[in-house]
């Protein structure tokens, strides 16, 4: 903004709020994973039911139910994956959707598993269908159905599994079919963590650092890590590299304050994207509505980045409304912009807040949605 003038925003760096993770950044992740249960911070409702399933199971002296773990990126369904098989006292198999390109590289999989192991599938919703329907099978017989030959002479040799767990993680639960949803015995969703819960996660993670943490740094951080662990302890990471470099060493308040605002991350866990997308939506289409494409042309983002990427923290937060003409600034908006919020903002579309979106600005009122997705 210059001169109370729109400014095309840039972006050249990696976000650092994002909930999604390179391999990188999980290989750091990997020294701040709880290892047991009791370690785990929040989430007491999931926490308290996989407890009684995996007691239940110790007891009886055998695997336990499959598990299914939905959830937003970020908010520790690796880390319980990974719980659940220490927990058990055996070892984890790790693969994805995206990773299983056959059903026979599943087959492969599958028929290596050792009596009582954890098989964990990250983004099982991304499973080609020929693997789910061998997975159906395998969860629920305990058999691959190995395929000789091809063509007509083609034949199927079942293959004896010995018991094993399936623990299926997913951030978009709504896209697995049911017959696969029906084969988990236990589901687990797992919610945005709660700022108190944060900063323990972020206590915790201080003390593995060996970092002199501050209960006001750790309170900061947690009010801008968007309700998720990963975040947390990315930002936990920044304010440690910034004490380090330009500060005491000590993560203080104002070597928190210092450091977020290095790194951009506002207040309230808003970077630049996210503020660009606000900017734009207030600042030159008067608060809106205006389509999704025509948002992420004028913010210099693909519409999916700013679709999946800034939009579900600014619709989850109030900044923003989905609206069937478009996307809308709620006058927290125009607040958090220090803008005066003006008359009729929202009002003229606020008795029609639904979750529907039209794709183009000033699409016309019952035009109909020009291929938005919604999730
Ligand atoms: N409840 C928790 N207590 C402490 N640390 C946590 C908790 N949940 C997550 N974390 C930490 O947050 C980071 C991310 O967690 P994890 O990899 O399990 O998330 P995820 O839900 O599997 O994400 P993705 O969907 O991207 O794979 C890890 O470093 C983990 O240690």
Redesign the pocket.
Known sequence: MVDGRYEEPQFTSERIVT???DDVE?A???A???KRLA?????PVVRDQLSLVLQAAIARGAPPDHVL?S????????????IIAGELGTSLRVTSGPAIQHAGDLAAVLSSLEEGEVLFI??IHRLARPAEELLYVAMEDFRVDVVVGKGAGASAIPLALPPFTVVG?T?RSGLLPAPLRDRFGFTGH?DF?DAA?LE??IV??AGLLGVDLEHAAAHEIAGRSRG???I??RLLRRVRDWAQVRGSGRLDLAAAHAALEVFEVDPVGLDRLDRAVLDALCRRFGGGPVGLSTLAMTVGEEADTVETVAEPYLVREGFVARTPRGRVATPLAWEHLGLAVPAGALGATAGTLFEDSGDDAGTPAGAGPLGDRID
């Open positions: 909930a999604s993770a999980r750091a992740e990997a701040l994973r709880p370690e785990f911070v929040g989430q773990l959830g937003p990126p970020g908010l520790g369904k690796t880390t319980l994956a990974m990250d983004e993680a951030t797992l963590y819960d323990r996660v915790r993670s998720t662990p990963r947390a302890n």
